[in-house]
């Protein structure tokens, strides 16, 4: 069966709105790695510009060796290799004539790594394609001050000359995550695109019709459809993209702690007559604040043990179904502390 390569996804459209930091969230399947690739490696062939593929973790590089399989036909007479760290390519040229020297095309870095690189330069770098900056719940988790760890790396290759552009790619997981949450940005449903920071920012809602025709054909399309896992793979719904249990805080709540985790403080309040927990952006500025871990530790904080009563009592009323929160953002932040401690 031929197959419609135009329901696969095109970036041509978010490079022609000239942002720095690129968004492009969308379906499984539908070709937003595969594109990064090809358009880099087309824009290697006629400028000799590089890019680097960066992953969070090593071991999401355990397969790079077939980097460049589903790409190397479109590219007729040249050839390509991964060796160690980085991607190769040459001109394929006649037997009877002496192989072309193989260059460097690409860089495959880890952010968890890439600290230890603050000294390494690349002068001929003007892409990096970040892969999966958004998890998935599962056996890989974000960095310590992840966001910090980017920028520090994306100042390594960059050093403030503007010339490095970044393509960030990702599967409709969750709307908070900390790219979106720490830059501040809120893309919203049937929105393609999103420009912020003055045009130094896009977002764009990956979404194909002819996709999600084409899937709603195959057998295995019809068997998830109706399920949350079409919604998230073809769908492009995020999992947290819903209102459960946010509420704004009562009026007869009253103030109970303030913690501190991941850099991000939120109020506890209780409202005892309905036995309710709010979890809120807000608390008294001069209240006394718990931080969770050493990182999160200040001058004129307290630090909290994870069998606290404190913590203990909120985990109580949360498997009761009577804890609510005032945003999306402060749910998912408080289900990190909950993974953190291990409720």
Not at 97 to 124: G, R
């Amino acid at each position: 069966m031929a197959v419609d390569n135009s329901m696969y996804y095109d970036a041509h459209e978010i490079m022609t709105r000239n942002a720095m930091f690129n968004f492009v969230v969308g379906g499984r399947g539908t070709g937003k790695t595969y594109d990064f690739k090809y358009k880099r490696i087309k824009h290697y062939i006629k400028t000799g510009k590089q890019f680097i593929y960066l992953r969070r973790y090593k071991s999401e590089f355990e397969d790079k060796a077939e980097f460049f399989a589903d790409v190397v036909d479109r590219f007729e007479g040249y050839e390509f290799k991964v060796e160690g760290m980085k991607g190769y390519i040459r001109k394929v040229l006649p037997e009877d004539q002496k192989p072309e020297k193989w260059s460097v095309l690409c860089f495959f870095v880890t952010l968890a790594n890439a600290l230890t690189k603050k000294s390494v330069p690349y002068p001929d770098v003007d892409w990096i394609g970040f892969d999966e900056f958004i998890i998935d719940k599962g056996n890989l988790h974000y960095m310590a001050n992840e966001i910090k760890a980017f920028q520090d790396f994306y100042n390594t290759v960059d050093r403030f000359q503007d010339r490095v552009r970044v393509m960030f790619m990702a599967n409709a997981v969750a709307l908070t995550n900390p790219y979106f949450i720490g830059f501040n940005l809120k893309p919203r449903k049937n929105q393609r695109f999103l420009m912020a920071h003055k045009g130094y920012m896009c977002v764009e809602m990956v979404e194909s019709a002819k996709f999600k025709a084409h899937v709603d054909k195959t057998r295995f399309g019809q068997m998830i459809m109706g399920t949350s896992y079409y919604d998230y793979a073809v769908g492009n719904s995020f999992h947290d993209d819903n209102d459960k249990f946010i509420a704004k805080k009562s009026e007869d709540a009253r103030f109970y702690f303030a913690l501190r985790f991941d850099n991000k403080i939120v109020g506890i309040w209780v409202d005892y007559s309905e036995g309710i927990y709010y979890v809120c952006n807000r608390y008294p500025k001069d209240c006394v604040v718990y931080a969770l871990t050493k990182s999160d530790m200040q001058p004129n904080l307290l630090m909290i043990e994870k069998s606290s009563v404190l913590l203990k009592s909120v985990k109580k009323l949360y498997m009761q179904g009577s804890v609510y929160f005032d945003s999306i953002q402060t749910r998912e932040f408080f289900n990190n502390v909950f993974d953190y401690l291990g409720f």
